[in-house]
């Protein structure tokens, strides 16, 4: 209640223990074409060998993209990764009673929830790898004894014991398996990939701890790769015992095999495309992500390397890492110039930065090497100063810069021409006799000189303000009293000071009081917190005076104390 009319106690609590979140940094964002998994949808992969089980492993035409996303992954275990293309099928199953199925797409799961299949069953996925999939089913109408696959399962299907309506003559069970026909997933014809065992035909079917045994949300629920289509005939409307109805099988004497075909790669894999999928980390919102990148443009546009920027200036919580055309650096007469004009073309912008080319990495998929573009390297390099730093310190350098897994750059660069990529804004990578393949320039493509124009810089404010502001939401609906205020200094300062003892600033200050909090301020329903902030500058150039003295002279003349 709101006050006391008699003498008694009450009591409140008052939450005073708020404090500053800490909020990632180093989440990686990449779109790029692969030969399975969902299409048009964000999945989180935590390795190379997540990425391959989701996406499947690479082929000539899609390495480039894989080893792309791949070569963050040596530094970061978070990347968020869309599969884009053009042309992509999934392959549906041969109905042996209904005739052919027709291919489709179908994107991801919340698409395959509107799609009709003509099919009984659907590839999961889109891609020429689901054509070597195979569906066999065997009911309780016969065929398990001689069933090559019957050792799978502890006995033949028969009728559900927990079949609600069922009646005892209706044998509803069956047993599923998914195989590799050709091989294409594992390696071996015929093996096989899933088995679903004591599946029912009744939609209404529990098990004996309440969860659906209906073969159709099982596989649908549970299946890496595959959906169910359309059957030869419908079980039962939702709702309806399966006594009320005949099997959706038609208990046939022998086992019923469906292989799928029709499935297809992407035809074309064009920059609207991959741009069409870096749209979906856009909404700052609900998408967590930290270091965009992408395999780069061709050399007749720059539409990707814009889009980066776009989402990054758009989101202001993340940094686009853009790479210059393959063709520009790999086998060119004019490697500098070329580079130089790319970066012309890109929008200034202190949350994006520019490399100097292209790197040549082996790809074990294919046993070949390949070039892709060192974007994902250079993001890497930021996920890995979180772990081994912090997001203030510069990615660059000897210390934090190696490039892994690079076999040779598509252009070295001499010092001169270091000088005139940094003055273009454009990011050196080097290989130094003895001291390795790094990052040697740690520049944004800020548009005039000033703190926010090194990537330390400009991603220590990123924490900074995604922290705070996150912080900051406390604040409201509250008064804006001093009490208010005083309790926001008390949340932020700490926080601060914390940032300047692990070498993130200089120097801060908090202003938050009736300066500038004035009466028009409060009467317009606004609260404002002004925070300076002195960045800490990595060091770009070196200078080391090296004197001569006679042997008589003492080093306090010349140098002083």
Request: proline fraction near 3%; charged fraction near 20%.
């Amino acid at each position: 209640m709101a006050f006391q009319v008699s003498p008694g106690v009450q009591f409140k609590e008052i939450d005073a223990t708020n404090v500053v979140p800490a909020v990632s940094s180093s989440i990686g964002g990449f779109a790029g074409s692969y030969n399975w998994g969902p299409v048009e949808e964000i999945r989180t992969v935590s390795s190379e060998d997540e990425m391959a089980s989701v996406f499947g492993t690479p082929d000539l035409v899609t390495a480039k993209y894989f080893l792309t996303a791949s070569s963050f992954l040596k530094y970061g275990s978070s990347l968020k990764v869309v599969r884009v293309g053009t042309g992509l099928l999934n392959a549906v199953s041969t109905d042996d009673e209904a005739g052919a199925g027709t291919p489709l797409l179908i994107k991801n799961e919340t698409d395959y929830a509107g799609q009709t299949i003509d099919g009984v069953w659907a590839a999961k996925y889109a891609g020429a790898l689901g054509n070597s999939l195979k569906v066999e089913v065997c009911t309780a109408g016969g065929g398990f004894s001689g069933w090559d696959y019957k050792g799978n399962f502890a006995e033949a299907p028969g009728t559900s014991p927990y079949a609600g309506n069922i009646t005892a003559s209706v044998a509803d069970e069956l047993h599923i398996v998914v195989i590799d026909e050709d091989g294409l997933f594992t390696g071996t014809k015929g093996q096989v990939l899933e088995s679903f065992g004591f599946l029912s035909q009744g939609l209404d079917v529990k098990d004996i701890n309440g969860s659906s045994v209906y073969y159709k949300e099982v596989i649908n629920n549970k299946s890496d790769y595959i959906w169910f289509g359309e059957h030869d005939d419908v079980l039962a409307e939702a709702g309806q015992a399966v006594s009320a109805v005949g099997a959706a099988f038609t208990s046939p004497s022998t086992v019923k095999t469906y292989s799928l075909t029709g499935g297809s790669d992407a035809t074309s894999v064009a920059a609207g495309d991959i741009t069409g999928g870096l749209n979906l980390f856009a909404d700052v919102d609900t998408v967590d992500v930290n270091l965009l990148f992408a395999f780069p443009d061709a050399n007749t546009t720059n539409t990707i390397g814009e889009k980066l920027i776009s989402v990054c200036e758009g989101r202001k919580d993340c940094m686009a890492f853009i790479s210059p055309p393959i063709d520009d650096t790999k086998n060119a007469t004019t490697p500098v110039e070329n580079v130089l004009q790319y970066e012309t073309t890109l929008t200034a912008s202190s949350y994006a930065s520019l490399d100097s080319g292209a790197v040549y990495v082996y790809d074990k998929y294919n046993d070949v090497y390949d070039w892709i573009g060192s974007a994902g390297l250079c993001a890497g390099l930021c996920a890995n100063v979180d772990n081994v730093a912090d997001a203030w310190f510069s990615p660059a350098g000897v210390n934090r810069g190696q490039l892994l897994g690079v076999a040779k750059l598509a252009h070295n660069p001499t010092a001169t021409q270091r000088d005139q990529l940094y003055v273009g804004k454009v990011n050196p990578l080097v290989s130094f006799p003895g001291q390795g393949t790094m990052l040697f320039g740690d520049k944004t493509l800020a548009g005039r000189a000033s703190a926010f124009d090194r990537i330390n810089v400009r991603r220590l404010f990123v924490v900074l303000e995604k922290s705070i502001s996150t912080a900051a939401k406390a604040q409201l609906f509250e008064f804006n009293d001093e009490f208010t205020r005083a309790q926001f200094r008390n949340l932020v300062e700490p926080f601060l000071r914390n940032v300047k003892g692990r070498r993130g600033c200089e120097d801060f200050r908090v202003v938050c009081d009736s300066t500038n909090n004035t009466s028009a301020v409060v009467d317009g329903n606004k609260f404002v917190a002004d925070i300076y902030i002195k960045p800490s500058r990595s060091i770009n150039f070196i200078t080391l005076n090296f004197v001569a003295t006679r042997s008589g002279v003492e080093f306090s003349e010349i140098a002083g104390n």
